[in-house]
């Protein structure tokens, strides 16, 4: 299949970063979200990011322009999703909503069109059945930040073909990512589930008063050599996010152990989310 149009599904963290990668890569990019604020920070984005580029001579001014011409920015789904050959759905990591938009998105799209997700821990199994489409439904999971990550997990589940699972892993390629695939549906996929392990050790040995975040940052980064600590990371990509994917998983498991830690809870209701709230584990004012 000739892919020539995407839309990206939501404007937050990770799509407005999808959305300029697939248009830095040639393609014509469709972003939409219900939130005007978020499209027009995440036009302002690609307005600023883009010049920045070229300055430090990353892009030649010709690609930066092509590149801002290839995107445009929508509230409107039946806009943005009406003639594409490919949906990457970034939406907020809640099984309902996810669900509610894949079947608007299969009303929407043209019947060729492969409906992926970026979810980092739901499986498109979940969300293929509220489609007439399934073996077209697939997970397409970027990392944060998408224009700097490298690596991209497909996920080809009991439903998906061969062919959009092949088709998936050539965008991979196409838009300069290196993709992997799993043959197999797991929760957390690859990294996820490396990183969770990390995740819940430190949780815990915070919890517990052993150490400081910044103490088991430091350890981390110190001695692992990982470039960023755990704590450190989770307020790039979100402490609502590792609040909404601990309680997904505990209403999946109704396993005690799957809750949320206490002090992301305690984030949560703050809303301290992390960067998008100028505080989180550390202070971004």
């Not at 998105?105 to 043209?110: A, G, S």
């Not at 993709?179 to 919890?207: C, M, P, S, W």
């Not at 002090?263 to 703050?270: L, Q």
Request: hydrophobic share 40%; net charge neutral; aromatic share 8%.
């Amino acid at each position: 299949m000739n892919i020539e149009k995407i839309c990206v599904v939501g404007a937050g963290n990770m799509g407005h970063q999808i959305a300029l990668c697939a248009a830095l890569a040639g393609y014509k990019v469709a972003c939409t979200d219900i939130s005007q604020e978020m499209l027009n920070k995440s036009e302002g984005f690609a307005r600023s990011y883009l010049p920045e580029r070229v300055a430090k001579g990353k892009l030649t001014q010709d690609q930066a322009d092509e590149a801002m011409a290839n995107i445009f920015f929508t509230k409107t789904l039946e806009e943005a999703a009406g003639d594409v050959d490919f949906v990457i759905e970034a939406a907020v990591e809640k099984i309902d909503i996810k669900r509610q938009l894949f079947a608007d998105l299969d009303r929407i799209t043209p019947p060729h069109a492969i409906l992926a997700t970026n979810s980092s821990y739901i499986v498109s199994s979940k969300v293929a059945g509220a489609t007439k489409r399934p073996e077209k439904v697939c997970n397409m999971h970027f990392f944060n930040p998408a224009l700097v990550m490298k690596l991209v997990e497909v996920v080809q589940g009991p439903h998906t073909s061969v062919e959009t699972a092949q088709i998936t892993m050539n965008l991979c390629k196409t838009m300069g990512k290196t993709g992997i695939l799993l043959q197999k549906e797991i929760y957390g996929f690859v990294v996820n589930r490396i990183l969770t392990a990390i995740f819940n050790e430190a949780l815990f040995l915070n919890d517990m008063g052993i150490a400081s975040h910044e103490e088991i940052d430091i350890a981390v980064t110190n001695a692992l050599g990982h470039p960023m600590g755990p704590f450190r990371l989770m307020d790039l990509t979100g402490i609502d996010l590792s609040y909404y994917k601990a309680m997904e998983r505990y209403r999946e498991t109704h396993d005690p152990r799957d809750k949320p830690s206490p002090i992301v809870v305690e984030k949560f209701i703050k809303g301290e989310w992390g960067k998008k709230t100028k505080k989180g584990y550390y202070s971004y004012e």
